[in-house]
């Protein structure tokens, strides 16, 4: 099942993704000059999160804690068990690997284990995330989904198949699962899922990742669509169709990160590398009707191409000085707005050559 796109904000966002008609300009042969800083990181390890607590920026990988001192990323914790989800508190870093979870103190870096009540045995952590309130929550497949408060882990949703959770700005929480996406607000929760109970409805009910991107919204992508709550959930499925697409590039790519850049677009992390959706120019379809399938042939999704040695990002994260970091395997990539207009003129130039 495809939805229609209704929303108007994102309207013109998706509609050339639609229907997955999507084509790819090939990939351009000019490269940008290496962008700076450029932090390498050992052991080329895939990234799970980029996170700042105060001054202090942490990268976390499969099996590593890395803080960055200086020009480099320094480690200064590896565990054996593979980390899957991590957040920051206030003074440790969480982490979810598939043997339980771990806290790591961000000034001894010491490592202490912490049991989920009633787990017959160590169960794999698919979700670590911090809420508005500042509580801390953990989804693990078996057990559920529990909220830290008071030194103890309280129960708050018993669906076992959990595959990632987030808390969005406007103090909502999300869970993925494999029976559908749950959403906390306040006391309530809501449940979306293909059925469409209670009006509450997305295309498909295995929810594999949440994607917020720095614009307030969260990307829910599922087996077989993607589609986007605006400003972190404001708009619900019972008001009206989500604005949803059946893949970014192509089918089956795998998206990894999300972000919105001032001045040019939308910025996708995806299997195939950097996937832009530039803007459109202002009132260029404003005669569209709104529920229109129309595809407008000059919106593409644009590649842009890295420079060697810095990898494919996995990770994306705008700043608040809006810079963008891109993590890949390679390492940690900074650029400022203009580093990354840059590249995105590069990338359409060599596209304008091409025609």
Known sequence: ????????????????????????????????????????????????????????????????????????????????????????????????????????????????????????????ITAVFRDAQGAMWVGANGPGVFRWTNHAFVQELRTPAINGGVATADSSVWIATSIGLSRKQGTEWTRYNEEGVANHEIPDNIVEKLLPDNAGNLWVVMSDAICVFEGGGRRGAAEEELPTVKFIGRPGNEVTGVAAVAGEGRLFATAQGLLLLPNEPANKLAGFAPATDKVEPKRLLRPLVMPPGTGNPVLLEVDRQQRLWLASEAGVTVLTAKEFHRLTQTAASAATAKL
Request: charged share 15%.
């Open 1 to 124: 099942m495809l939805f229609p796109i209704n929303s108007p904000s994102l309207r013109q966002l998706l509609r050339p993704l639609l229907a997955g008609l999507l084509l790819l300009l090939s990939f351009p042969r000019a490269l940008p000059a290496r962008p700076r800083p450029h932090y390498p990181v050992a052991g080329a390890e895939k990234p799970v999160a980029l996170l700042h607590a105060g001054k202090a920026t942490y990268l976390v990988t499969a099996h590593s804690v890395f803080r960055l001192e200086g020009k480099e990323f320094v480690r200064k914790q590896q565990l054996t068990s593979i980390i899957q989800c991590a957040a920051v508190a206030d003074s440790a870093l969480w982490l979810g690997t598939h043997s339980g979870v771990q806290t790591v103190n961000t000034s001894s870096f010491k490592t202490h284990s912490l049991n989920l009540p009633g787990a017959e045995a160590t169960p794999s």
